[in-house]
């Protein structure tokens, strides 16, 4: 499987086209740069190292969904993003749920990443105790972005509401981390035989 630089070039393109357009209309520009600060940081480095260790397919276009909702989250807040109000009519739900897509990326896709990194360098022997350990990171990195909201509502007071996207839900940390455990199983249960067959033709003699 050869390393798809170009997909990958042509990939981040998009997102920096997404980025300049969501920056330029969004009303609340402090709220958007902290959303898309985690794509600014990883797609440069996924460019950087395509060459020396190139990820699966899977992963990368994952990665590309996920910094999509991450960008298109910033730009309206995830409280106020157009299709979550949609949703939220057709389930009957209390509240825009939006934010519940971007949590459950954020546990599907560190899965995704850590099964690959643990997988391609032999760091863990068996399924159950790889998909345990994938869970558990996918976990651990949900947890910790609940400390960044918390210290963010601490830096900006009233201002970080938009950010921390609550909408008034006390339970709201709790259900974020119920949202990315469920990406995490989703990987783990879902996507694994698909993410082997493709880590398979990746590692394969070229």
Same mark, same amino acid.
Not at 12 to 25: E, F, N, Y
Not at 45 to 51: T, Y
């Given at each position: 499987? #050869?390393?798809?630089?170009?997909?990958?070039?042509?990939?981040?393109? =998009? +997102? $920096?086209?997404?980025?300049?357009?969501?920056?330029?209309?969004? /009303?609340?520009? +402090?709220?958007? +740069?902290?959303?898309?600060?985690?794509?600014?940081?990883?797609?440069?480095?996924?460019?950087?190292?395509?060459?020396?260790?190139?990820?699966?397919?899977?992963?990368?276009?994952?990665?590309?969904?996920?910094? @999509?909702?991450?960008?298109?989250?910033?730009?309206?807040?995830?409280?106020?993003?157009?299709?979550?109000?949609?949703?939220? !009519?057709?389930?009957?739900?209390?509240?825009?749920?939006?934010? #519940? &897509?971007?949590?459950?990326?954020?546990?599907?896709?560190?899965?995704?990443? =850590?099964?690959?990194?643990?997988?391609?360098? /032999?760091?863990?022997?068996?399924?159950?105790?790889? !998909?345990? @350990?994938?869970?558990?990171? $996918?976990? $651990?990195?949900?947890?910790?972005?609940?400390?960044?909201?918390?210290? =963010?509502?601490?830096?900006?007071?009233?201002? /970080?509401?938009?950010?921390?996207?609550?909408?008034?839900? %006390?339970?709201?940390?709790?259900?974020?981390?119920?949202?990315?455990?469920?990406? !995490?199983?989703?990987?783990?249960?879902?996507? !694994? %035989?698909?993410?082997?067959?493709?880590?398979?033709?990746? &590692?394969? %003699?070229?």
């Amino acid at each position: 499987m #050869k390393t798809p630089i170009r997909a990958l070039l042509s990939g981040a393109a =998009a +997102l $920096a086209l997404l980025i300049i357009i969501t920056g330029v209309a969004t /009303a609340d520009k +402090l709220t958007w +740069l902290m959303e898309v600060i985690p794509v600014l940081i990883v797609v440069p480095l996924l460019i950087v190292s395509a060459k020396r260790y190139p990820l699966t397919p899977l992963l990368y276009g994952l990665i590309f969904c996920h910094a @999509v909702i991450l960008i298109v989250g910033g730009m309206y807040t995830y409280a106020r993003v157009p299709i979550g109000f949609e949703v939220q !009519a057709w389930l009957n739900l209390d509240r825009n749920p939006y934010d #519940k &897509l971007g949590h459950f990326f954020q546990g599907l896709v560190p899965a995704l990443a =850590a099964r690959e990194i643990l997988q391609r360098g /032999a760091y863990v022997r068996g399924r159950k105790m790889l !998909a345990f @350990v994938v869970c558990s990171v $996918a976990l $651990a990195i949900s947890a910790f972005y609940e400390l960044i909201e918390w210290w =963010a509502a601490l830096a900006l007071g009233q201002g /970080a509401e938009d950010f921390l996207g609550t909408q008034g839900d %006390p339970w709201d940390t709790q259900s974020d981390m119920f949202s990315a455990l469920l990406g !995490a199983l989703t990987t783990v249960l879902v996507l !694994a %035989p698909w993410h082997n067959r493709q880590l398979k033709r990746l &590692l394969s %003699p070229r």
